[in-house]
C-alpha cells in the first residue's frame, strides 16, 4: 500500500484561495452576468429562481436574466419577498417534508404555486418576470419574436402573407 503525504493548508494559502474566489465572484457581479444582490444572498437566489422558472419555464433563457428581471422588486420589497418564500417553504415542508427547491417533481411544485397564486407574494413575481422576461429584446429571438414591425410597413409585406411549406 503506498503511503500518501497528508496535504496541509495553511493560514496564507487558505486566504489565497479564498480571496480569489471572493474577487471572481465580485467580478462575475461587476461584468453584469450576476445580480448583486444573488451574490450577497445566494439562498434567497437559489429559491426565488426555482420560482421563477416554474412560474415561466424557458430552458433556452439564463439563470441571470431571471435574477435580473428580479432585481427591482427586491430592491423594493425585499421583506416581503423573503417572508413569501419562508411562507411557501412552510408549506413545501408541510406537504413535502422539504423546501420549495428542494422537491424533484414539477408537479408537486406547480400544485404549491396554484395554492398562493391569489397572493400579492406571487402576483409581484410573476409582474415582474412577465415584464423582465417577455419585454426584453435581448431575448426576443429565443421566442421567435422579431419586435415590432410597425416601424417596417408592418407584417403584410414582410412574409407574413406568403403560405409557409409546411401547410
Given at each position: 500500500m503506498t503511503a500518501y503525504p497528508r496535504a496541509t493548508l495553511s493560514r496564507?494559502?487558505?486566504?489565497t484561495l479564498t480571496g480569489a474566489l471572493t474577487a471572481g465572484s465580485l467580478a462575475l457581479g461587476a461584468a453584469g452576468l450576476?445580480?448583486?444582490w444573488a451574490l450577497a444572498e445566494p439562498d434567497l437566489a437559489r429559491r426565488l429562481l426555482r420560482v421563477g422558472r416554474d412560474i415561466y419555464?424557458?430552458?433556452?433563457?439564463e439563470d441571470r436574466d431571471y435574477?435580473?428581471?428580479?432585481?427591482?422588486l427586491l430592491e423594493k420589497q425585499?421583506?416581503?419577498i423573503a417572508a413569501g418564500l419562508d411562507d411557501l417553504d412552510r408549506r413545501a415542508s408541510a406537504?413535502?417534508?422539504n423546501d420549495y427547491a428542494g422537491i424533484g417533481n414539477d408537479d408537486e411544485r406547480e400544485a404549491l404555486l396554484r395554492e398562493i397564486q391569489h397572493t400579492p407574494f406571487f402576483a409581484q413575481v410573476k409582474g415582474n418576470l412577465l415584464m423582465g422576461i417577455y419585454?426584453?429584446?435581448d431575448l426576443w429571438p429565443l421566442f421567435g419574436y422579431g419586435g415590432s414591425s410597425w416601424e417596417q410597413?408592418?407584417?403584410?409585406h414582410r412574409g407574413f402573407d406568403t403560405v409557409p411549406d409546411w401547410l
Open positions: 496564507r494559502r487558505f486566504l450576476w445580480p448583486r419555464p424557458h430552458e433556452a433563457i435574477l435580473a428581471s428580479l432585481t427591482p425585499r421583506e416581503e406537504a413535502h417534508g419585454n426584453n429584446p410597413g408592418g407584417y403584410l
